[in-house]
């Protein structure tokens, strides 16, 4: 069974551009999870789907970052425009229809913004 | 205060040796808890969880719950190099979603 996948792994920006994650879920979970994890800080919750509902979205930093999950399946994370401050390690998580279980992560995706 | 704390390390042990990784957490109502270890550039990859107080054993890996002191830890007995990692707790929200309220992570080093 494959695992949770994202794309790309890294991505290198200006300022002022737009970036899109994307994040594969493992197949069947309903739940997904965006993460962050900026430099030498804790990751950090970013917004939970099931299927395709935004449960949460208490963490979204601000309104330049917009998630959508169409269909229930892969979500994409897009981030317009980018600001230096938007830099880190972006993880999304899946995890099956009991909530409170084990998340299962993606690899992350490196977006560095100069 | 932060919501869960970690030491940052590193944490050098000896190969062989029992590595000890502590986490505290601040909701008293939380009720389950997780440890990940997560190489260098890798998915964060589940190593236990743990859900009731006391012990919880799975091959060299013990995890140990005391919730009325706000705590959870991870014992590797037996360490090895490749136990070097830097090692996340995770606690779940209990603020009415299931998200996880992570540690800053702990870096073990083991000694060859």
């Known amino acids: 069974e494959a695992g949770v996948t994202q794309f790309p792994s890294h991505s290198v920006i200006e300022k002022g551009q737009t970036v899109t994650l994307r994040c594969d879920p493992i197949s069947g979970h309903d739940n997904l999870y965006w993460y962050r994890r900026v430099m030498g800080k804790e990751i950090k919750f970013l917004l939970h789907f099931v299927k395709e509902s935004k449960q949460d979205e208490s963490g979204m930093p601000n309104n330049r970052f917009l998630a959508e999950r169409t269909g229930g399946t892969y979500s994409t994370l897009k981030v317009q425009p980018a600001e230096l401050e938007d830099s880190g390690v972006y993880f999304c998580?899946?995890?099956?229809?009991?909530?409170?279980?084990?998340?299962?992560f993606g690899p992350g995706t490196r977006l560095l913004v100069l | 205060q932060k919501e869960v704390e970690q030491n940052s390390g590193p944490l050098s042990v000896p190969e062989g040796a029992i590595a000890s990784l502590n986490c505290t957490y601040s909701?008293?109502?939380?009720?389950?808890f997780f440890w990940y270890r997560q190489y260098s550039g890798k998915s964060p990859e589940l190593i236990m969880s743990i859900y009731s107080n006391g012990d919880k054993e799975d091959g060299r890996f013990t995890a140990q719950l005391n919730k009325a002191s706000q705590y959870v830890s991870l014992l590797i007995r037996d360490s090895q190099p490749s136990d070097s990692a830097t090692y996340l707790c995770a606690v779940i929200s209990t603020s009415g979603t299931y998200k996880y309220i992570f540690g800053t992570g702990t870096r073990l080093k083991v000694l060859a």
């Open positions: 909701d008293r109502g939380s009720q389950s």
């Open positions: 998580a899946s995890s099956p229809g009991q909530l409170g279980e084990t998340q299962y």
